[in-house]
T-cell receptor, first 111, second 114 residues
Framework: QKEVEQNSGPLSVPEGAIASLNCTYS??????FFWYRQYSGKSPELIMS????GDKEDGRFTAQLNKASQYVSLLIRDSQPSDSATYLC???????????FGQGTRLTINP | EAQVTQNPRYLITVTGKKLTVTCSQN?????MSWYRQDPGLGLRQIYY???????DKGDVPEGYKVSRKEKRNFPLILESPSPNQTSLYFC?????????????FGSGTQLSVL
């Protein structure tokens, strides 16, 4: 089992709809969770971080964490074409000196 | 402006010719790291450094070297590049232990080894 796993997609969503991106992780003791957005040919940029169970909202973005199920998700409301990018889930594994990234989900928003 | 500066942006070289990719940050960050990104494999850590003169291997360190002589600089060295090191490389830094604060990424280096 991969330490951090995402569906690589591509995920296609119509403009204005909700895009839902999912990530599972293997280490039950993980404490810190991040979502990065990466446009083609560019470097990743942090869009959300979450540390405790439940939802965290920031504008059109909502991160959801369920530690019991070892699951973290990112919802993008009112999707825009500018949201088309690859979204990387990253998890700070307990006791490890590193942040582990999933392989990323490519999201396309169709006008 | 807070930033991680990585050079060069593109690099084409031949097998066996030593090269260095430079990375510098202006945020006084203690933690710095190198990643490579390949299609379908995501970001994989090559080496990281917790402070000056403190470096350690990541998940894919073979064929790479690093040094941390100054806090701001963390160069990646390929002593004898091979075609399987063709990849997109990113340098990143963080002000605290990597997992508790966001990573700042450089703009990336696209390396092709012929």
């Amino acid at each position: 089992q991969k330490e951090v796993e995402q569906n690589s997609g591509p995920l296609s969503v119509p403009e204005g709809a909700i895009a839902s991106l999912n990530c599972t992780y293997s280490d039950r003791g993980s404490q810190s969770f991040f979502w990065y957005r990466q446009y083609s040919g560019k470097s990743p940029e942090l869009i959300m971080s979450i540390y405790s169970n439940g939802d965290k909202e920031d504008g059109r973005f909502t991160a959801q964490l369920n530690k019991a199920s070892q699951y973290v998700s990112l919802l993008i409301r009112d999707s825009q074409p500018s949201d088309s990018a690859t979204y990387l889930c990253a998890v700070n594994l307990r006791g490890a000196q590193k942040l582990v990234f999933g392989q990323g989900t490519r999201l396309t928003i169709n006008p | 402006e807070a930033q991680v500066t990585q050079n060069p942006r593109y690099l084409i070289t031949v097998t066996g010719k030593k090269l260095t990719v430079t990375c510098s940050q202006n945020m006084n960050h203690e933690y710095m790291s190198w990643y490579r990104q390949d299609p379908g494999l995501g970001l994989r850590q090559i080496y990281y450094s917790m402070n000056v003169e403190v470096t350690d291997k990541g998940d894919v360190p073979e064929g790479y070297k690093v040094s941390r002589k100054e806090k701001r600089n963390f160069p990646l060295i390929l002593e004898s590049p091979s075609p399987n090191q063709t990849s997109l490389y990113f340098c990143a830094s963080s002000g605290q232990a990597f997992g508790s604060e966001k990573l700042f990424f450089g703009s990336g280096t696209q390396l092709s080894v012929l």
